[in-house]
């Protein structure tokens, strides 16, 4: 069974502050998937990222990246110069074991204000 | 890209009715559909894996009897939770993958049922 610990529960920060959300992840698989998604107050969830564990190379994407320590098992994403839009909530999701399932963390809330 | 739909968005209904939320794969064949469960402010829960024309596999502790799952069809999975009570509230997500496990999941938005 694979688990995901997500210890920040909320972060608030002010536009344009990086901010870096944690992921940590267990599993016994040797290959998987890892994902983030974002899930703002209307409830759609939105595709961020997904990553092969064979893929040690850390992604950036905008004002987005993530940085893949597979030693660690942690899969963080850090939002650079935050913006309002930017408040949802964020999980980070790995997937793999039988079935290819997803297994949501618990989430961290993001909060950017003014 | 993909799109998956869900429907209805919000519904209310009364303790011991039942309720069908349709899940539909828009622009692909999913073969393989999953139903999550959210409470406020929690994480999402899957509930079953449904692979068309088979039987849905539930997860540990999801009630197959209480929440049946039919996914007849390439582009539609349903979810029918019968004789709701107001504890199943919840928001219910769907989600898509065309294939085998490199294929990634689509998500539907979501349908946020209140038993009144």
């Known amino acids: 069974a694979q688990k995901v610990t997500q210890a920040q529960t909320e972060i608030s920060v002010v536009e344009k502050e990086d901010v870096t959300l944690d992921c940590v992840y267990e599993?016994?698989?040797?290959?998987?998937?890892l994902f983030w998604y974002k899930q703002p107050p209307s409830g759609e969830l939105v595709f961020l990222i997904r990553?092969?564990?064979?893929?040690?190379q850390n992604e950036i994407s905008g004002r987005y990246s993530w940085n893949f320590q597979k030693s660690t098992s942690s899969f963080n994403f850090t939002i650079t110069a935050s913006q309002v839009v930017d408040s949802a909530v964020y999980f980070c999701?790995?997937?793999?074991?039988?079935?290819?399932?997803?297994?949501f963390g618990t989430g961290t809330q993001l909060k950017v204000e003014l | 890209g993909a799109v998956v739909s869900q429907h209805p968005s919000r519904v209310i209904c009364k303790s011991g009715t039942s309720v069908k939320i349709e899940c539909r794969s828009l622009?692909?064949?999913?073969?393989?559909m999953f139903w999550y469960r959210q409470f406020p402010k929690q994480s999402l829960m899957l509930m079953a894996t449904?692979?068309?024309?088979?039987?849905?596999?539930?997860e540990q502790g999801v009630e197959k009897d209480k929440f049946l799952i039919n996914h007849a069809s390439l582009t539609l999975s349903t979810l029918t939770v019968t004789s709701a009570h107001p504890e199943d509230s919840s928001f219910y997500i769907c989600?898509?993958?065309?294939?085998?496990?490199?294929?990634?999941?689509?998500f539907g938005p979501g349908t946020r049922l209140t038993v009144t």
């Open positions: 599993t016994r698989d040797t290959t998987y998937y």
């Open positions: 449904s692979n068309e024309g088979s039987k849905a596999t539930y």
């Open positions: 990553r092969n564990s064979f893929d040690e």
């Open positions: 999701a790995p997937q793999g074991g039988g079935g290819n399932k997803l297994t």
């Open positions: 989600s898509a993958r065309e294939g085998g496990e490199s294929y990634e999941q689509y």
């Open positions: 622009d692909f064949q999913a073969t393989t």
